[in-house]
């Protein structure tokens, strides 16, 4: 089930505050607010407000390690295993079989105007997820759909739909239409619920959903919460993509980086979706 504080915000019509919640409550800003408290206390309470300081500063260093984002991702999430060439096989023979099986691709977010292009880009989050689409469709024959409309992020702007954008970047970079595109959802429990209602009107028995390792977690509750009691059934079969990790000494890992704060972001961000969840 969805958190409450979520659905309270989609329903009230402040679903637009959802980033803004969301990022206040992601590092650095609580080790911010841990620093300035302690900075705050100090002349009263000397001891504790400069071990609240040292906390703060160890958060922030920890905070920016792709060592802790992977310990928490390994130790928080149960994402599952990428699919290996057997899995992959099955898939072709059964689409050669004609079983309606489709894979669906989410949307990680747009990633502005790109001068170069001249035109919307995509976040890395979702070319990744767009390649590894692509790949799949190749490797297997399965039809493709992508799932992502304007984003809490996005909504009110000019930005066009994630789909549609995924859409033209798949015919004209990647050489592969998509069958299908759903562009209204802006969020992970949208996407399911609207992707759902479009396949299975297609005659879709059977998803195999992409998207990254540490989102793939959210996303198969939600959709399976989606297909959850319908007269139809379908299957959801996860396909996770970006869990590798660069080589680097292990001394690095535990180095501050824009790379390691970036991924520990992204995996709190899915560690507190998912106890926000469990109500």
Known sequence: MRGMIADW?????LGTLKPVLSALVLPPVPFIALALAGAGVTRTRPLAGRWLVVLACAGMWLGSCAGMARWIEQHG????????????AQLGARAAAGEPIAIVVLGGGLGGIAPEYGDTTLSGASLMRLRYAVWLGRQTGLPIAASGGPGWVTVGTSAPPEAARMAEIARAELATPLRWTESNSRDTHENAIDTVALLRAAGIREIVLVTQGWHMPRALREFDAAVAGAAAPMRIRPAPCGQAWPVASPWLDWMPSGDGALRLREVM??????LADRR
Do not use: K, N, W
């Open 9 to 13: 915000l989609t329903s009230s019509g």
């Open 77 to 88: 999430l149960r994402e599952p295993a990428a699919l290996d060439a057997a899995q992959r």
């Open 269 to 274: 961000h899915e560690v507190i979706a998912g």
